[in-house]
DNA sequence: CTGAAAGCGCTTACAG
DNA sequence: CTGAAAGCGCTTACAG
């Protein structure tokens, strides 16, 4: 019987004819094992909780599919858990016993979900977090990303340049201003904090932020959106003042999202692979499930993406 | 010991008094049964699979709320299954064994998966499928909501009025050309197929679609396509024309996706309460799974949402 | 490297 | 209505 089981679960001290003769006994038979068998005698669960409170459909979806993939290879299941608010953070394990947490942002730097994970010693691995240093999982450079956009924005002759920040909390947000603040001083250009507002990473976000930087006396003439739907509301302004994208605004997003091609004008973007950084998050998990030293952070590559939506600036606005 | 497990899984034969006293010492020593003994013993896995193939992940993502919603205030998890080919229907069965399945269209309506699920004896249900005899679960009257949607295309005295379908093996595709048509009759218009263009439900089709039917000699002047994709295409199409919605051009979609409230024009289009449908649809299993003849097909109600993608027919289309 | 025993924490008959 | 026994199908020590 121990014999078996080691062939099962892939452990050492088992001869090869023995192994061979196993696993030929097991396809004949079509045996299966029962995992509540192997989780109540094991006293673990095989199962991997991914916390959300993200508001983004598309987003979860392709944060769940990388997630799913990652698990399924390694017989783990997945257990979702929407997060109301994160002092619930213990209602997860009224419905799961996990052996780790993937943790999605903005949960990733939430210091009261981190304390309560720590607590309970329960290994988690963290998507986009902020905070990179001590943690494991998967990220891309936001605020290389988010230079590259607005340096080519520069380079298109805009000398003001607005931001539209994402929702407080995310990781994100931080990065993406730090990208505006460094694309600014390499371009020469001074940083104005008037065109830096809030947002939320919504897409009625980008509408009242829009709205207020263009209210400016000396309103951008283009507008780095920290995501593709805050950008879809930044066009819904522009079209509401007259203003025509590109020709009077550049505006670009961040993300990639379905809408993005879709919108008009489709929209200059930043690509993420967040199925793929899910899958990686995914992996390091389960790596430091089996041994609390493993895992790692592992960096993602991005891609630019030009569309329509971004072009020269106006030529009376160069003149300043 | 069967006394205390009859008043955790809500069994009869309990004293008042005794049940009181088992449920204060619960709570007391703060216990919850272990789910793993639990299925062990029972032998069942208390699991539902939401098995899905559909490519919209905001649809997905409501659906996952409300099946989970459901199953999670009856101790079922769910367990996600995209079914890559319906001919893999039976890869569910290598990471779990569940006590019932979701089905989402369009699997629903597809002969093999039905089968499988029937040569299994495992019960399921069904969200908006084609055939709602013989099927429990949730739907709301596709056909119904088209007709209406046509119907006021129609009163604005539109007369050649296009359609762009869904994707093959949708019910929903379906029933909203049933719904196209009633609302022509009901309109005393005449019903050209020329008109009536194929589709897939995806924004690309859209495009694809509505270049076909303004390319016609005679071109319709509103065009109602099969959801809020495919009606963002149209849009995307009519711009490239030079076409201004909804001055030269109606449009209207379906399903109130985010999109629809974003893009410019805002759509017309309907609201399914997807989330609330596949909770209802969730129940309808729990309730067959405790019973094989318990269950049923619910109807709910969808709600027309009045935008800006719809106006009255050109003057002078109204004059031929 | 392999086998026999004990036990994971419940549910299911079954006896009272 | 309640209790004692057996068993669900594995894994974990432990002996050889």
Redesign the pocket.
């Known amino acids: 019987?121990?014999?078996?089981?080691?062939v099962?679960?892939g452990e050492?001290?088992?001869?090869?004819?023995?192994?061979t003769r196993v696993v030929t006994a097991m396809e004949k038979l079509n045996?299966?094992?029962?995992p509540?068998?192997?989780r109540?005698?094991?006293?673990?669960s095989y199962e991997i909780v991914l916390a959300y409170n993200n508001p983004s459909r598309n987003y979860l979806m392709d944060v769940v599919s990388g997630v799913l993939a990652a698990s399924r290879s390694h017989h783990y299941n997945l257990v979702l858990s929407p997060i109301t608010s994160p002092r619930d953070i213990d209602e997860i394990f009224v419905h799961a016993h996990p052996d780790g947490v993937v943790l999605t942002p903005p949960l990733t730097d939430d210091p009261v979900v981190v304390a309560a994970l720590n607590r309970r010693r329960l290994p988690y691995a963290c998507l986009s977090p902020h905070d990179r240093k001590a943690r494991i999982g998967a990220y891309i450079d936001d605020a290389a990303a988010a230079r590259d956009l607005v340096l080519a924005l520069a380079r298109l002759g805009h000398r003001r340049i607005g931001h539209i920040r994402g929702a407080r909390g995310h990781g994100a947000r931080e990065w993406r201003l730090v990208g505006y603040k460094q694309a600014l001083r390499d371009a020469g250009l001074p940083y104005d904090p008037s065109l830096v507002v809030d947002g939320e990473f919504l897409f009625e976000s980008g509408v009242q932020g829009a709205r207020k930087l263009l209210a400016l006396k000396q309103p951008p003439t283009a507008i780095f959106a920290a995501n593709d739907d805050t950008a879809a509301g930044v066009l819904r302004a522009a079209a509401e003042l007259g203003l025509c994208v590109p020709r009077d605004l550049s505006v670009c997003g961040f993300d990639d999202t379905p809408v993005a091609g879709q919108i008009l004008p489709a929209l200059t973007t930043v690509q993420q692979p967040i199925t793929e950084m899910a899958r990686i998050t995914t992996l390091q998990l389960i790596e430091r499930i089996r041994d609390p030293k493993a895992g790692a952070m592992e960096r993602i590559d991005y891609r630019l993406i030009q569309r329509e939506s971004v072009g020269p600036a106006p030529a009376n606005s160069r003149r300043r």
């Not at 050492?12 to 192994?19: C, H, K, L, M, N």
């Not at 045996?31 to 029962?34: E, I, K, L, S, T």
């Open positions: 019987m121990k014999t078996v089981s080691r099962i679960n050492p001290s088992v001869r090869e004819g023995t192994r045996y299966r094992p029962d509540s068998a192997r109540l005698a094991g006293q673990r």
